[in-house]
């Protein structure tokens, strides 16, 4: 999971990171996620079905997982490290509800992906930061109908964080082409994007090629 595609001499480009829903059928939503993934730049995706059984998120990984390494994109779970792990998934992402860091790093090894939920706190993000996440999330920037966010996190964070660490920073919460221009301007390494992409009237390939459209006029404006 990188963002120096497209890299310039002053700052990385933003890259789109692409969240599945909360609840999806597998005999449909593979075609989705390949059209998807299709449409334009993706760095990862991250498989999160919230309080499914275990064996369904097996064989979600076992179904998905295929189509994103096809297409080199790096695939997280959610929540769960343990299966992440057992399904030799490139990574997890782990909120603060959830396993704690340390524990998800020493199941999932010292080359796996480990990104840590931040919500809208400063101290949350340096202290993920300290204990070695590969990268933090901020969010909700926006409203957004996927879960109930705990806090609503400004662009100024995004800025705050860029201008002080090296980690990536990922954008988070309700985020569409329309609206994600200020969030890179910020400083946002990647962009989360589920509803975004998945409702989108114009479909999900469509969706994801306007996401990258939007994020390049964003950098060019910088």
């Known amino acids: 999971m990188s963002n120096d595609k497209g890299k310039n001499d002053t700052q990385p480009r933003c890259r789109v990171y692409l969240l599945t829903p909360p609840a999806i059928s597998l005999d449909r939503f593979g075609d989705d996620l390949a059209r998807a993934l299709d449409g334009g730049d993706v760095a990862c995706m991250q498989l999160r079905l919230k309080d499914a059984p275990d064996d369904d998120v097996r064989r979600a990984c076992e179904t998905l997982m295929p189509i994103a390494i096809a297409r080199d994109v790096a695939f997280l779970v959610n929540d769960r490290p343990d299966l992440a792990h057992e399904m030799g998934a490139d990574g997890c992402h782990v909120g603060q509800d959830d396993m704690p860091y340390r524990q998800a790093r020493a199941l999932m090894g010292p080359e796996a992906i480990v990104g840590v939920t931040c919500h809208a706190s400063r101290h949350l993000a340096m202290t993920a930061a300290d204990a070695g996440a590969d990268y ?87």
């Open 136 to 222: 933090v999330a901020f969010g909700a920037f926006y409203d957004t109908a996927t879960k109930t966010p705990k806090d609503r996190a400004e662009p100024e964070i995004l800025e705050w964080w860029s201008g002080l660490m090296e980690i990536p920073c990922v954008a988070i919460g309700g985020i569409n082409a329309a609206n994600a221009a200020p969030l890179v301007a910020a400083g946002a390494d990647f962009i989360c994007v589920s509803a975004g992409i998945w409702s989108a009237p114009e479909g999900p390939a469509a969706a994801v090629a306007a996401l990258n459209e939007a994020i390049d006029r964003a950098g060019s404006s910088c």
